[in-house]
């Protein structure tokens, strides 16, 4: 991509533009922000850097590229962490000037910023970037900052330091040093008083002078002056105000490579630069939300099959069309379209909404599905943070289903923590549109189906199904330490789609990948010192046609992130029980129960079980014992009388393991039943068997269940699904999440 560099001046935005190069992309343009008044060092914001902006001019002559520059004419006035378009902010400058840039290099398509840990400025950037049509480069984003510091240094940024503002760090002394001069004693200091090494704490602010992007010349600072902005004894501040520099000619002058070919900036008027002095009111148009309602199509009244569980505090609904249309995208408006109705009739809206889980019919129509996706679902509808998401592709057609089927978690309040990167980073991959990385809502946290994306290229890793499945979980992990949580350690449940174009022994590997990455992660966080105890999560692989970018697997886990009381994790062990549980159906305790159902407990919270109805299973079920002429085929397929008895069977299981943990039906969340196409049964004729058998409990256990014409479940037509990567071929498999409200 074509990039302009938002620069500053000092190290870490210098380095952000050599980072854009190593991954491909070129710079063609640099912005800055400066002060009203060129006598003015600092500006009391809350975004931009300004201390040594008289020397920022030089940068157009050292790179050899345009310079757009803008005074800030706003304030901080929006001040909440996300941010909104607010007249008078001084965001909006940074628009004015970006939307400058992009006029006149109409081929600009991505902005390179230095923040490494402030959320504050990148959610900034990445609003200004999403109103211009622009890509947020951030390649410093959650680095380490010891590391990071030792990367710059050592590739060949030259920056003296022209504010200091911390412990340890006097003016006199240290103002005008290198940074490469100063790192071990900044190492020192992060000890003393826990600084931070990069300077993200406002301890100290840098000057580049020069930089292997400094191609025609560095600068050389002649003469400065120390301004004392306080005297105070334990951190003074000081800020070094420049007098006079000049430019010293390098006499080699070096191309940057990338990927083996020398790199040339091509661009009109190099090293010129240019004030950008445009008021907002030419831009207002650019960053209008639209707000889009569907129409009826033909004033035709759709049927549709909805499901919702009872849950008080979050449940989840269920749609999809069951007049389909002639396309995807017709049936998808129709379906968001008729749910965001059913959220208005509850009384909610889509910031209500905690996750979507998008099942579509064909992969190659993704984008299609996404550009009606993000008319529904934009930040301006939700303000608390837009909802984390899982786009895969199922057999729906062949089960019959519209092309389109769309589950949707709903909380009854708004008390959420979105985390929502947008910015292209070496952290974890973006999320570039309204969908986030992770929700978090009492103490579960819902984190959107992670590809194997390397994060800086957002391609997908080499090396087949297995490193695929190994950088999405090192995504996972890296999302989970926002929340201060591991997917070792806090996950309860694994839900992992994997691709049918996989083979066997791939899938086999899939599975030893995954035991040996989350055993090495555990082990890791054994060894840093972490004493609390470890939930022992449960697995779900789910065969399907295909997946987004015709990635191999997709990992999708949810975890229990504490809140610092102690509660009992109960997930091997069962629970003893004085009573004798009921028998529903005729069917009673059996040994062989356990060996079908994953559960994990954590006591009066959350209950999650997985029961997995193998053909083994099946048949024994069906006919209480195996019958003496039973050859097990992973290919069974029960007819109707048989799936009826398995229905309840499975409606029995879920019961008997809710009552021996004291959680209820109306505890559910969410209750999804997989089911192999390969059966050959229709949603139309397996919904009501379901039903039924819930019905038929609801009357002998006199339990209430939620009254309405709605199910409380959803199906899932899949090619395949089970307990373990290798043996994908349950007849049924039931995912359960309960937690009390």
């Not at 029960?638 to 021996?660: G, W």
Request: glycine share 6%.
């Amino acid at each position: 991509m074509k990039v302009v560099a938002l620069v500053s001046g000092g190290k870490d935005s210098c380095y952000a533009m050599m980072k854009s190069i190593q991954y491909g992309h070129e710079i063609v343009a640099l912005a800055n922000l400066m002060p009203l008044d060129d006598s003015v060092d600092e500006l009391d914001s809350y975004m931009y850097q300004t201390v040594g902006h008289q020397i920022i001019i030089g940068y157009a002559e050292c790179m050899g590229l345009p310079l757009f520059r803008r005074r800030i004419q706003g304030s901080s006035r929006h001040q909440e962490l996300g941010y909104k378009a607010t007249q008078g902010d001084e965001v909006e400058d940074l628009f004015i000037l970006l939307h400058e840039v992009k006029r006149q290099i109409p081929s600009v398509t991505a902005v390179s910023s230095g923040a490494i840990a402030s959320d504050y400025q990148r959610l900034r950037v990445e609003s200004v970037c999403s109103r211009l049509g622009l890509v947020s480069l951030a390649y410093l984003w959650k680095q380490d900052q010891s590391l990071l510091l030792q990367e710059m240094i050592a590739n060949g940024i030259v920056a003296i330091t022209v504010k200091v503002a911390a412990m340890g760090l006097d003016p006199a002394k240290h103002l005008g040093k290198e940074i490469a001069f100063l790192n071990a004693y900044l190492h020192k200091l992060k000890e003393l008083y826990g600084i931070n090494v990069c300077g993200e704490g406002g301890e100290y602010e840098t000057l580049t002078l020069d930089c292997p992007l400094f191609s025609n010349a560095r600068i050389v600072l002649d003469e400065y002056q120390v301004v004392m902005h306080s005297s105070d004894s334990i951190a003074p501040v000081g800020i070094l105000h420049p007098l006079a520099f000049h430019l010293e000619n390098k006499a080699d002058v070096q191309y940057l490579k990338s990927q083996d070919k020398i790199h040339r900036i091509c661009t009109q008027k190099l090293g010129s630069v240019f004030e950008v002095q445009d008021s907002l009111e030419g831009c207002e148009a650019t960053c209008k939300p639209v707000d889009y309602r569907a129409d009826p199509i033909d004033g035709i009244e759709h049927k549709f099959n909805i499901s919702r569980t009872d849950n008080k505090g979050t449940f989840s609904i269920c749609c999809w069309l069951q007049d389909s249309c002639d396309g995807l995208q017709e049936d998808l408006e129709i379906v968001l379209g008729k749910i965001e109705s059913e959220l208005l009739v509850l009384g909610f809206g889509w910031e209500n909404v905690l996750y979507i889980h998008l099942y579509i019919d064909d992969m190659n129509k993704f984008s299609e599905a996404n550009e009606t996706y993000v008319k529904f679902i934009t930040q301006e509808k939700c303000p608390f943070g837009v909802p984390s998401r899982s786009t895969v592709e199922m057999p729906l057609l062949e089960m019959g289903l519209s092309r389109a089927y769309i589950e949707v978690l709903v909380a009854n309040d708004k008390d959420k923590k979105v985390l929502h990167v947008q910015s292209i980073s070496c952290w974890a991959p973006s999320c570039i549109g309204p969908y986030s990385q992770a929700t978090l809502h009492e103490g579960i946290l819902h984190m959107a189906g992670q590809l194997g994306l390397d994060p800086p290229t957002m391609n997908l890793c080499k090396g087949g199904p297995g490193a695929e499945l190994e950088q999405a979980l090192k995504n996972s992990e890296a999302v989970a330490k926002c929340f201060n949580c591991s997917i070792s350690t806090s996950a309860i449940v694994f839900v992992i789609y994997c691709s049918k174009l996989i083979s066997s022994l791939e899938r086999l590997d899939i599975q030893e990948k995954q035991e040996t990455i989350l055993g090495q992660m555990k082990i890791s966080h054994l060894q840093e010192g972490d004493t609390y105890k470890a939930l022992d999560p449960l697995f779900l692989y789910v065969l399907v046609p295909d997946l987004p970018k015709r990635a191999c697997v997709e990992v999708k886990p949810i975890l229990y992130v504490e809140d610092g009381t102690d509660v009992a994790f109960e997930t091997i062990a069962e629970r003893s029980c004085s009573k004798t549980p009921p028998s529903y159906w005729g069917f009673k305790q059996e040994n062989w129960h356990d060996s079908c159902i994953q559960k994990c407990v954590i006591s009066g919270k959350i209950c999650a079980i997985i029961l997995s109805i193998t053909s083994e299973l099946a048949a024994k079920i069906y006919f209480d014992s195996l019958p003496a002429d039973y050859v097990n085929n992973s290919q069974y397929s029960p007819p109707k009388a048989h799936m009826e008895k398995i229905s309840k069977f499975c409606i029995y299981i879920l019961d008997k393991v809710m009552t021996d943990y004291d959680f209820a039906w109306e505890d559910i969340m969410s209750l999804r039943f997989y089911i192999p196409v390969s059966l050959q049964m229709s949603v139309q004729l397996l919904q009501p068997m379901f039903c039924n058998a819930l019905f038929e409990l609801s009357e002998m256990s006199q339990k209430k269940f939620k009254s309405g014409e709605e199910p409380i479940f959803n199906i899932i037509p899949v090619i395949g699904s089970g307990r373990s990567a290798s043996s994908m071929d349950d007849v049924v498999t039931c995912e359960l999440m309960a937690r009390k409200s």
